[in-house]
């Protein structure tokens, strides 16, 4: 059964880097048919999507973060890992990484569903 | 990108009765080509992550009860919940992946009993 882990500080202060690990386990990240991603909840708030990657390295990011947000892949430790620079109090959120679906249409992925989520885990921005 | 947007915010219904949680996106998420709409539906029990119920606005996941079923088609959709139990307590939400990337989600939906 797959299961997801995300791992990291739940502390960060201002203008840092935020960085998470999503470790994967009873499956494969080398996988043909899906991308990994990470979303978030900030509190009272809605989820939003931060960003996907492919085993192979190709990423797709939310628009709103993408100066600021980088992803990685270990296909050898089977994780991937979230690296958010510069933070404010507005990153402060739950943070879960999941498994996407996708679709491959003339000639690019296509995000779909998530079919798999980590529990989340709660990153406070604090000095 | 596509807005989603649920409706109601909050509801509350009785054990056994019928509940309903709408979803409206602000442009058509059905694909011509295949004739799929791209709109998922998730449930999230409090202290849990979001889990998959429907995806391709009807089919529904694995393991799902079969009292959750998705309909509609275009920008409005429907999750139903025919005979409400203790356990379908959560907030839920309705996400699009048509206009993906982004994927984008509703705001919620929380369910309660009455």
């Known amino acids: 059964q797959l299961q997801l882990q995300e791992s990291g500080p739940g502390l960060v202060k201002p203008s840092e880097t935020l960085s998470l690990t999503c470790t994967v386990s009873?499956?494969?990240?080398?996988?043909?048919?899906?991308?990994w991603g990470w979303i978030r909840q900030p509190p009272g708030k809605g989820l939003e999507w931060i960003g996907s990657i492919f085993y192979g390295g190709h990423t797709y990011y939310n628009e709103s973060l993408k100066s600021r947000v980088t992803l990685s892949v270990d296909t050898f430790n089977n994780h991937f890992s979230l690296n958010l620079r510069s933070v404010a109090a507005a990153d402060t959120a739950v943070y879960h990484c999941a498994r996407h679906h996708v679709g491959y249409v003339s000639g690019s992925y296509r995000l779909y569903f998530l079919d798999n989520w980590g529990p989340g885990t709660v990153v406070a921005v604090s000095s | 990108d596509i807005v989603m947007t649920q409706s109601p915010d909050s509801l509350a219904v009785s054990l056994g009765e019928r509940a309903t949680i709408n979803c409206k996106s602000s442009?058509?998420?059905?694909?011509?080509?295949?004739?799929?709409?791209?709109l998922a539906w998730y449930q999230r029990k409090a202290g849990q992550p979001p889990k998959l119920l429907i995806y391709?606005?009807?089919t529904r996941e694995s393991g799902v009860p079969d009292r959750f079923s998705g309909s509609g088609s275009g920008t409005d959709f429907t999750l139903t919940i025919s005979s409400l139990q203790a356990e379908d307590v959560a907030v839920y939400y309705c996400?699009?992946?048509?206009?993906?990337?982004?994927?984008?989600f509703g705001q919620g939906t929380r369910l309660e009993i009455k």
């Open positions: 996400q699009q992946y048509y206009g993906s990337p982004p994927i984008t």
């Open positions: 009873g499956g494969s990240i080398s996988s043909s048919s899906h991308f």
């Open positions: 442009q058509s998420l059905l694909y011509s080509s295949n004739h799929k709409n791209y």
């Open positions: 391709w606005a009807s």
